[in-house]
């Protein structure tokens, strides 16, 4: 199994609809998860991190972490073009190295 | 704030020549910098982890004679590629965290881009 895994395919949400990525890890002694954002031939920029069981909103951004079952996701409310990017979903591990999947390619059809 | 940026952000050069990336954080201090590397469709791998005044910790797999690192002040660390070959053509990424403890957000530089020939 993969460190960090996010297996959708690339997503197409017509503009304002809602995005939903998913993320699964190995580690179950994992503690901080992050997502980034990716636009093309660009560096991942942050968007969000969560280490409490539960939802955290920030803006049109949700993420859901479920430790028990080794679970993040984000949603992107009333998604605009603007959110077309790659999603990508990265775990800490000791001396706060990171993780990544591979990414999830989000395309927002006006 | 946490601003990171890395030199030359584009570089090409010959097989077997060395190739030097900068990675500097501009507005803070860095304990920690991190080097990733990622290829065209993959997700970014961690190359090494980079400690002020302290040696470079590579991730498996990596070649720490070929990739050199030296992290000499709190606000910049270098990457050398050595001997490049074409394989070793990438998108070469840095990162930083904040120094002061407990903070575990990474500020990613906007990357370099290698073409080896």
């Known amino acids: 199994q993969k460190e960090v895994e996010q297996n959708s395919g690339p997503l197409s949400v017509p503009e304002g609809a809602i995005a939903s990525l998913n993320c699964t890890y190995s580690?179950?002694?994992?503690?901080?998860f992050f997502w980034y954002r990716q636009y093309s031939g660009k560096s991942p920029e942050l968007i969000m991190f969560?280490?409490?069981?539960g939802d955290k909103e920030d803006g049109r951004f949700t993420a859901q972490l479920n430790k028990a079952s080794q679970y993040v996701s984000l949603l992107i409310r009333d998604s605009q073009p603007s959110d077309s990017a790659t999603y990508l979903c990265?775990?800490?591990?000791?001396?706060?190295?990171?993780?990544f999947g591979k990414g999830n390619q989000v395309v927002v059809i006006p | 704030g946490a601003v990171v940026s890395q030199h030359p952000s584009w570089v090409i050069c010959k097989s077997g020549t060395s190739v030097k990336i900068e990675c500097r954080s501009l507005?803070?201090?860095?304990?920690?910098m991190f080097w990733y590397r990622q290829f065209p469709k993959q997700s970014l791998m961690l190359m090494a982890t980079?400690?002020?005044?302290?040696?470079?910790?590579?991730e498996q797999g990596v070649e720490k004679d070929k990739f050199l690192i030296n992290h000499a002040s709190l606000t910049l660390s270098t990457l050398t590629v050595t001997s490049a070959h074409p394989e070793d053509s990438s998108f070469y990424i840095c990162?930083?965290?904040?120094?002061?403890?407990?903070?575990?957000?990474?500020?990613f530089g906007p990357g370099t881009r290698l073409l080896v020939l």
């Open positions: 990162s930083a965290t904040l120094a002061g403890g407990g903070e575990e957000t990474q500020y």
């Open positions: 580690d179950r002694g994992s503690q901080s």
């Open positions: 969560i280490y409490s069981n």
């Open positions: 990265a775990v800490a591990r000791g001396n706060n190295r990171l993780a």
């Open positions: 507005d803070f201090q860095a304990t920690t």
């Open positions: 980079s400690n002020e005044g302290s040696k470079a910790t590579y």
